[in-house]
């Protein structure tokens, strides 16, 4: 008997957790029961979907699946063009976006960024490539990043600095549809390197084996952010206290572990940390 009422015990504990985690939610997500995350599965391995099953999975997957369990409350997954994702947390057609976004200033403008990812634009280039073993190998040369980043304005950057400052020409950056369209033209020929993030590149060079190797280091250092419409502060402050809790309990570190991206990990929490 007295096992049993400590087993009562317990799980009404467990609830009030949940309810108590839910509570901290925007009530009209707490009412309709579920949180709505936008995500472009593009980007392996933070989301893409599974060739054998065409499911999504992921880092981002996982983690957002997580947040939810933690939060007590369902994730439903809207796939959507990268560009409409700012414009769907202002108007309210998704909560959040969980999809590889580098938190910017210039985002940070219009959303709030929950940031959970170190990352860096990295060069790399065909192994079999015997001319670009150096980034500065890459003067004059085309190189190839999705033009829905800012990783082209990081190329131009550099360029400046390790290219024409030295009397060298610049490298020439090409916009592209995204990662999966800069690795086509990379092996095609049409271009000479990529810029890519580098919590991402590991997986593909694992994915391909012998085909792809890296170039100098990360240009820059950025941080990855699951953003919220700016002035939704509760959501934020949820999800940044659930995010912490995870990391506190090893749910993060797992997730990490998982999908190789130990690298790219972070030790805390923090909002709006991209300059």
């Known amino acids: 008997m007295n096992k049993a009422l400590a087993l009562l015990t317990l799980c009404s504990s467990a609830v009030f957790a949940h ?34 099953t065409n499911q999504l999975t992921g880092f981002d997957y996982d983690l957002g699946t997580a947040l939810a369990k933690h939060l007590g409350i369902e994730i439903r997954w809207q796939e959507s063009a990268f560009e409409q994702m700012l414009s769907g947390l202002t108007t309210g057609r998704s909560d959040l976006v969980l999809s590889g976004m580098t938190d910017t200033p210039e985002r940070q403008k219009v959303v709030s960024f929950i940031d959970y990812l170190r990352s860096g634009p990295q060069f790399y280039t065909l192994e079999s490539n015997t001319e670009v073993n150096a980034a500065t190998d890459l003067c004059g040369k085309r190189v190839g990043a999705s033009r829905r980043t800012n990783f082209l304005n990081e190329i131009s950057k550099w360029s400046a600095e390790h290219c024409e400052a030295a009397g060298n020409p610049a490298v020439v950056g090409v916009g592209t549809e995204g990662s999966a369209d800069a ?79 130990q690298d790219a990990k972070v030790d805390a929490v923090q909002i709006n940390a991209g300059q």
Do not use: C, H
């Open 183 to 261: 690795r086509a033209q990379l092996r095609q020929g049409r271009l000479d390197a990529a810029l890519q993030g580098s919590e991402t590149l590991p997986y593909i060079q694992s994915m391909e084996p012998g085909t792809y190797k890296v170039v100098g280091d990360p240009l820059a250092w950025q941080f990855t952010g699951m953003a919220v419409a700016a002035t939704n502060t509760e959501l934020r402050d949820a999800l940044a206290s659930s995010l912490d809790e995870l990391i506190e309990n090893g749910t993060y570190e797992q997730i990490i572990d998982k999908w190789g991206l």
């Open 19 to 52: 309810t108590l985690q839910a509570a901290q939610l925007p009530a009209d997500i707490t009412q309709r029961g579920y949180i709505t995350a936008a995500i472009v599965p593009n980007y392996p391995p933070l989301e893409f979907k599974d060739p054998a």
